[in-house]
């Protein structure tokens, strides 16, 4: 019943070949320890009624090869490069999240080539049309696959309410990471725009922190790498009434120190995909407010190669690439 419901809600859909996909950190985790929404063999997805095995991929851009029965041809002509936002939900009139526009937070929200609905990984996929959007003129393809987590960042941003010359501490320098710092507009001092690297292996987070803010603490601290040290980081290098912002995945949620939260008055708000993003996300894209994007791309690797040079590349030699690209 799910499944036909949300199969009402499909108005036009869109055949296009998938030409770049890029690798996202939910993917890796999904490939060795699944711990996100992702079928089983025996358990289907409920909006798609798929079971694995699923065609993966979620970040991927393209080109329409065909349209579907009443595909807007003059928006999206055969030929038109575009990319995807991935993510889709019950949309029913019953959901407060869907109804309300916040479609990312339905109970029952998935992602194409993790919920099913093929992946970036397939030679060919049909997309419903509300879920995709013209690449920009003189936007490449690469860069078209690297936009769904520009997205993820762009709304993370929004979510903090940043201001101009606000302090910020970003624990994760993973493309969610690098994206933020592209999003936040700050003056190259750094290769990615960072005033300040620090190693949290070999130097103190909080300590760097304060002393880069006389003492002062950020005004805003984003956690996108998932793990407990980071969290704790980022509570205790916001100044008074500053915010923590979680864009991360975790395989076991954090313990937060409230007490410290409440002497400071933290904010503590979380930021999950996105909803709505795409069409000023692309507007800037197209301004050219993201130059300098393809020096996060660290691998081009062909399909029969994905699991030795994509995957376990990014599991064993983390330090060495950020965003690989697969050709399908």
Known sequence: MAQETFASKISQSLNRVSSRNGICGSDVHIFQVPFVKVPTATTPDPLTGETLPITMGHEFSGTVVELGEGADGNKFPVGQNVIVEPIFSCMKASCGACTAGTRNLCPLVNCIGIGGFGGGLAEYITVDELLVHRLPDGIPLDIGAMLEPLAVSWHCVKRSEFKPNDTVLISGAGPIGLF???????????????????????????????????????????????IQATMTAAVQSVRARGKVVNVASWEKPPQIDLNLCLLKEITILSSNTYTGDHPDMLEAVAAGRFAGLEGLITGKVALDDVVEKGFNALINDKDSHVKILIHP
């Open 180 to 226: 933020l710092l592209k999003v936040l507009r700050r003056e190259l001092a750094q290769e990615h725009g960072a005033t300040l690297v620090v190693d949290p292996l070999s130097t103190d987070v909080v300590n760097a922190t304060m002393k880069a803010t006389d003492g002062l603490g950020v005004h805003i601290a984003f956690d996108a790498a998932g």
